[in-house]
């Protein structure tokens, strides 16, 4: 553990100076898979004018991390968020956590460069949601009710963003997987999926928890009648969970890790709420330089680390509610006499 203060950040056009050309293409590279790779298709038009080889751009590309809270971060929230859950989910779950931190990974997949366009463009908008854009109005609990917003009022839903829709329709996709399960509890393809969709319902869950995921102020603070800004403070924040120590401690308090009650929608909202009221904050720690380039180390005693922890915290926190619900929801769903699986 080192007690080094956090450097000051280096000015931008120090930054530009100090990345080496490889280093300088790998980071606009991962820039552009930010939010659901939202930004990617300005950010590769530089790509069109630089010598990169199709070789070098590929190992690139694999090397990119991927989406809010990269990779890394999104795997380690989820297997926090399983073995904190108490025992009232089957031990198949919580067996299962490999393939459910695996699978928390994958939406990220479904965005560009990876994915064709039309899976980009429709995956993309679940993974955010610019709540400065709604200037008050209240966001409708269906996701056609809010489409049906954006046309009247002139928004295009791919600006906005989706994300709690996708967090509330995951975790009714998931209740209804334990739902089959507590009919077939021995159908190993019912156990597998249930995994697969926790993972999914994870990763959108976490991005949930990343306050710059919450704002038109995705990626520096956006200046009236000014083009979007791009400073790179959101992949800065994306890397900060991968970057705590190995032997992090997280504490989740039992007794919170309860299934939330009454309206699901309403209880996203407040964790959707709390994220978005620490978008100052993030920003607050940039001006103190207190976040890393996305190159650099977290030093685990500064303010950014703090803000790691806690974003952590509420990622696993968040998730393994959810996971709650739709365990306690899944008992209030009936299978119809004519869903039948075959092998049963
Ligand atoms: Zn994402």
């Known amino acids: 553990m080192t007690t080094t203060r956090p450097r000051l950040a280096p000015s931008r056009s120090q930054k530009r100076t100090m990345l080496s050309p490889l280093a300088a293409i790998s980071r606009r590279v991962a820039h552009g898979f930010s939010r659901g790779g939202r930004e990617f298709d300005h950010e590769l038009a ?30 380690r929230a989820t297997v926090l968020a399983v073995k904190a859950l108490p025992n009232d989910l089957p031990a198949f779950f919580r067996d299962g956590t490999p393939t459910i931190a695996h699978c928390s990974l994958d939406p990220d997949l479904f965005t560009r460069p990876i994915a064709p366009e039309a899976l980009h463009k429709a995956e993309s908008p679940e993974h955010y949601i610019d709540l400065e854009i709604l200037k008050g109005a209240p966001l409708p609990p269906l996701r056609y009710d809010l489409l049906a917003w954006c046309a009247k009022n002139d928004v295009k839903p791919y600006k906005l963003g989706l994300l709690p829709y996708a967090v509330v329709e995951s975790t009714q996709r998931l209740a209804v997987c334990f739902a089959e399960y ?19 319902l994870a990763h959108y869950a976490e991005d949930l928890t990343m306050p710059l995921h919450t704002t038109i102020h995705y990626n520096g603070r956006v200046k009236p009648g000014r083009a979007p800004a791009k400073t790179g403070i959101h992949q800065n ?100 006499d004519w869903h039948k699986r075959p092998a049963d």
């Open 237 to 336: 924040v994306d890397a900060l969970l991968g970057k705590l120590p190995k032997d992090v401690r997280i504490h989740l308090d039992p007794t919170a890790l309860k299934p939330f009650s009454g309206d699901l929608f309403t209880a996203v909202l407040a964790e959707l709420n709390a994220s978005h009221a620490l978008v100052d904050k993030v920003y607050d720690l940039e001006a103190a330089g207190a976040i890393p380039a996305y190159e650099s180390p977290l030093d685990p005693t500064g303010p950014a680390a703090d803000f790691a922890r806690d974003r952590l915290r509420a990622a696993a926190a968040f998730t393994a509610r959810l996971f709650l619900t739709a365990w306690q929801d899944s008992a209030k769903i009936t299978l119809p």
């Open 46 to 75: 530089f790509l069109h004018h630089s010598p990169v080889t199709l070789p070098l751009l590929l190992t690139l590309l694999a090397a990119a991390p991927a989406g809010a809270w990269h990779g890394n971060g999104h795997h």
């Open 182 to 200: 507590r009919k077939w509890p021995h159908n190993p393809a019912v156990k597998t999926k249930t995994l697969v969709y926790a993972g999914l």
